[in-house]
């Protein structure tokens, strides 16, 4: 089952984003310990404004009860930027995996951005050599582009990123 988190369930998201840290720290840019060091009321106040809000929410993968994948989603603020949002901690854990939870999870995804009126581009990070993610990304239509330069968003990401676009209107990357 894949739904969207509620604002009660932050212990659940706590114990997933972590064991995404430490199970695959290569494809997060925060690290385990660092996360799990943050005081936990700065943490849930974070969570709460993720899923408290209109326009960003964290899906979660279960499976007999049981959370085993999650992605968060949020889109951006600026006005000349609000036909644009982005996917981010995107997990499942490996138990689960092989079993097309990543591509439903992600399928819910476009489909919840989808009810956001205005909301075109959705995009997303990551690291290069994650094959498997960029497979599945691909595979539902997201492709691969180069952010400018200047951009404030992507711009300034490392070398080791693909930097990957969904259009809406297209139903793919663009």
Known sequence: MIRLMTTEEFDLFYAIRLAALETNPEAFLTRADEFSARPRDQL???YLQNTGQPDQFIAAAFDGGQIVGMAGFRRYDKESRQNRG???G???TPEARGRGLGQKLMGFVLEEAGRMPGLRFLELSVKKD???AIQLYE???FR????????PIWGTACATEVHMIYDREEGHGS
Do not use: E, L, M
């Open 130 to 132: 994650n094959g498997a």
């Open 86 to 88: 982005q996917v981010w």
């Open 44 to 46: 849930k106040k974070r």
């Open 139 to 141: 595979k539902i239509g």
């Open 90 to 92: 995107v997990f499942i």
């Open 144 to 151: 691969p582009w180069t952010p400018a330069s200047d951009d």
